[in-house]
């Protein structure tokens, strides 16, 4: 596996496994995780981390810097490469890539519903530091909000 920053033009293919890594969200959320015009905005703020398999994209994550902080979000393995450490490489390198451009934190939000979720980012070092609300031009089948989660680089 290698992890590289992701080509604009391998979008279509970060929306494909965006949606894939997403479908266990289906129970609440109404639709797609994202569509092409919403990952190529955020190509606009930030960058894609893509983990390469022999030619097939197997992981990606997005990374934006904010001042001191960098926030890493859609973090999504192909579904059947998951639960074999793809997604810690894939935190491990967002981490590096803050750190290489003075970062000194790593935030990030997860759905409340995903209640593995806090379990899995506190084993590498995220504590959970507040809430923000769920986009409310998101249609959803439950109520739910976001979890942040921060951890000093």
Not at 112 to 137: H, I, K, Q
Request: hydrophobic share 40%; proline share 4%.
């Amino acid at each position: 596996m290698r992890i590289r920053v992701a080509e604009a033009s391998e979008a279509e293919g970060i929306v494909r496994l965006i949606n894939a890594a997403f479908l266990v969200e289906k129970y609440f959320i109404e639709g797609d995780r994202i569509d092409l015009d919403q990952v190529r905005s955020l190509f606009q703020k930030g960058e894609f981390l893509v983990a390469d398999d022999g030619g097939a994209l197997a992981g990606c994550v997005y990374l934006e810097q904010r001042g001191e902080r960098a926030y890493m979000g859609l973090l999504s393995i192909d579904p059947s490469r998951q639960r074999a450490g793809w997604g810690s490489q894939m935190i491990t390198a967002s981490e590096r890539w803050a750190r290489e451009r003075g970062c000194r934190f790593m935030d990030l939000r997860i759905v409340n519903l995903r209640e593995e979720l806090p379990a899995f980012y506190g084993r590498l070092g995220y504590v959970e530091d507040g809430m923000d609300p769920f986009p409310a031009d998101t249609p959803t089948k439950l109520p739910c909000h976001f979890v942040k989660m921060s951890k000093a680089l």
